[in-house]
């Protein structure tokens, strides 16, 4: 069975995995800095990072796009991901300089003189790659049958989602927790997890590193790209389709709506958390700023603005708004949130079907204006 | 008042035995029995409020009474007690429901929007790994014959007429292979033509399934009226054939002539 709906698509696909996994990191190897086809690591690794948002926008779209959940809590599950992976990173400094301390320095300002257990299993590089997706997944799984079986849906679904991800922010924040008379160190409150060395053994700085961390997310990418477009080829994408059109009638044809979202739901969470995963080390640390309620809506506008229920809509939104922000914040920092709040409103108004959809928008009135050339044209 | 069929000619398909629902102390549903024969085609009127769509909320399990039994009889002589399934479950027991306004995938072809519905395996694993087969496909081109919309398998089926919509959806059951159809005023907001061909498709089903029609139209009562339950204060009021309910003084006083009146 092809995936693909037409030879375009297929045509593009392949292109757009050619170019990224194998040309824009030779042009980074292979090439000297002083080349015009030089593309320069900052260059990769800040691509690499869009990368990790187009596929936070493409789980986003999965739930709001095609099963019609607006989930406001895709940047928690993105962070929680960024977390699990940042802590093993954290763990991998080595012994610190200036406080001399094998621990990582937040846990030493706490007092601490050795690891606590629930930090310990993240020394392992492949038991954070599985919990970076499957802390999200069991958040996931654990609030999504709380809320999918009291029938929570629509707006109130949105509500209660960021409600979660808001809650989840304080806490990270947090520098401590006290429990039960126990205090239970956290994430490094404010600064987060940063100041990474190493990665797997290797300088998670050096371009080399750089380069395979750009293309395990184009990786990331292009398999989140393929099961969507499997799944929406098969009955379960039409029933995903149905939930967000007719819930009632899809359950009354006796399908479990309410498994087919927690379903959903949880894999969502955990294409999330593996981006999150994938960002930490390029971008070289996660804070709770990356919790607040503002990001998930950054991945709301992404969606919508890309083309909300299409395969490709979310990368190119993801894409285009990122690359926007860096060049306002740069160029008038102070501008770049009423940029956003414009593009979004004209989105609403004008695009319902976003960038993707603009062509199939704009075809009746360029058809319009040829026909009108065409009549008011002298016949020859 | 209900009929309690004391031969039994044919067996009985569904029987509601003394049911109760009240909402913050108001009785939808008062005391009801009603009992429907298998192949049977049986109009419920009544006028607003009446309870007819807490009625059907009752049968799909959508919900649970207060008190008194619903019993669905299966063909191996078996007894489900309908007030203790889920929502989900009713279908796959072989009742399907259809909503009064016309609740359709819009963004899907007629034809996935039969697929969806045939009968079948629900699972997120199957659905995942469903393939279709030439019996799927057959039976999803014999519904389509049925409800009048082969030329319009391709078609999205948001962009049908509203008439094409209510049937399709009557497509959509057909699709379920069910024992019961519970069918929300079908005729509601159709052009004559087309409430006339609901009818026929209605007639053309009896026999093969058993049906609870609820209308309003008196008209369209008229064509597909076999047994009418008239329902009133959550009560089957009366039960009979049309005229005899028809004539009925009492029906008249809460009903019809409420009608008329109101015309």
Request: charged share 20%; hydrophobic share 45%.
């Amino acid at each position: 069975m092809n995936i693909f709906d037409n030879k375009i698509e297929f045509r593009g696909f392949l292109i757009g995995a050619l170019v990224l996994v194998f040309l824009l990191p030779m042009l980074n190897a292979l090439t000297s800095p002083d080349s015009f086809l030089h593309v320069s690591s900052f260059q990769l690794s800040l691509w690499g990072k869009y990368v990790t948002y187009a596929v936070l926008a493409m789980s986003l779209n999965i739930l709001w796009g095609y099963t019609g959940l607006l989930c406001l809590c895709q940047s928690l599950f993105f962070a929680l991901g960024a977390y699990a992976f940042g802590m093993y990173l954290v763990l991998h400094i080595g012994i610190d300089e200036v406080y001399n301390t094998p621990l990582p320095v937040f846990m030493d300002f706490q007092g601490y003189t050795e690891l606590p257990w629930y930090w310990a299993p993240f020394e392992y590089g492949a038991f954070a790659v599985f919990a970076a997706m499957a802390i999200p997944g069991v958040v996931a799984l654990i609030f999504g049958i709380l809320v999918f079986r009291s029938r929570i849906k629509g707006v109130y679904f949105s509500i209660i989602t960021q409600a979660l991800t808001y809650a989840l922010m304080l806490l990270f924040f947090k520098n401590n927790l006290e429990l039960f008379g126990q205090s239970y160190i956290l994430f490094g409150g404010n600064n987060g997890l940063n100041d990474f060395k190493e990665i797997f053994g290797a300088d998670v700085d050096s371009a080399s590193t750089q380069r395979w961390l750009f293309i395990g997310s184009v990786l990331l990418m292009l398999s989140v790209y393929l099961l969507v477009a499997w799944v929406l080829k098969t009955k379960f994408g039409k029933v995903q389709q149905a939930i967000r059109d007719s819930e009632n009638r899809i359950r009354f044809s006796g399908y479990s709506t309410t498994s087919y979202k927690l379903l959903i739901f949880t894999v969502c969470a955990m294409i999330a958390g593996a981006a999150g995963a994938l960002y930490v080390p390029q971008v070289g640390g996660i804070n709770a700023n990356e919790m607040t309620p503002a990001k998930s809506l950054d991945v709301v506008v992404w969606v919508a603005f890309g083309g909300r229920g299409t395969k490709f809509g979310p990368v190119l939104g993801a894409v285009v708004v990122s690359v926007l922000k860096s060049f306002f914040l740069r160029a008038a920092p102070d501008s770049w949130l009423i940029i956003l709040g414009a593009i979004f409103i004209f989105t609403v108004l004008f695009m319902p079907n976003g960038l993707v959809g603009l062509p199939q928008q704009l075809k009746p009135w360029i058809d319009r204006l040829k026909s009108r050339k065409a009549t008011t044209s002298p016949v020859s | 008042m209900a009929h309690v069929p004391s031969e039994k000619h044919t067996p009985l398909i569904l029987s509601v035995d003394g049911v109760t629902k009240s909402f913050d102390g108001f009785k939808a549903i008062n005391d009801l029995n009603f009992y429907l024969e298998e192949g049977e085609l049986r109009t419920v009127i009544g006028p607003n409020g009446a309870g007819k769509s807490t009625f059907m909320d009752l049968i799909t399990a959508r919900t649970k009474p207060d008190s008194g039994r619903i019993r669905y009889h299966q063909d191996d002589g078996s007894d489900v007690d309908l007030t203790r399934v889920r929502e989900h479950q009713v279908s796959q027991l072989g009742i399907g429901r259809k909503f009064q306004n016309p609740t359709i995938y819009k963004s899907h072809t007629v034809y996935d929007n039969l697929q969806l519905s045939l009968s079948g395996k629900r699972g997120l694993l199957s659905s995942l790994f469903y393939k279709e087969t030439k019996e799927n496909r057959d039976k999803i081109y014999d519904v389509l014959e049925t409800i009048r919309l082969s030329e319009f398998a391709d078609r999205l089926a948001g962009s049908l007429s509203h008439g094409q919509k209510q049937w399709l959806e009557i497509g959509m059951l057909l699709a379920q292979d069910p024992k019961i159809m519970l069918v929300d005023e079908p005729a509601a907001g159709m052009s004559d033509e087309e409430t006339d061909r609901t009818g026929e498709l209605l007639l053309s089903l009896e026999g093969k399934h058993s049906l609870i029609v609820i209308e309003h139209d008196m008209e369209f009562v008229r064509q597909i009226a076999r047994r009418v339950t008239v329902l009133h204060q959550g009560h089957v009021l009366k039960e009979g054939s049309f005229d005899f309910v028809r004539s009925d003084p009492e029906v008249i006083e809460v009903y019809l002539g409420r009608q008329t009146r109101n015309h």
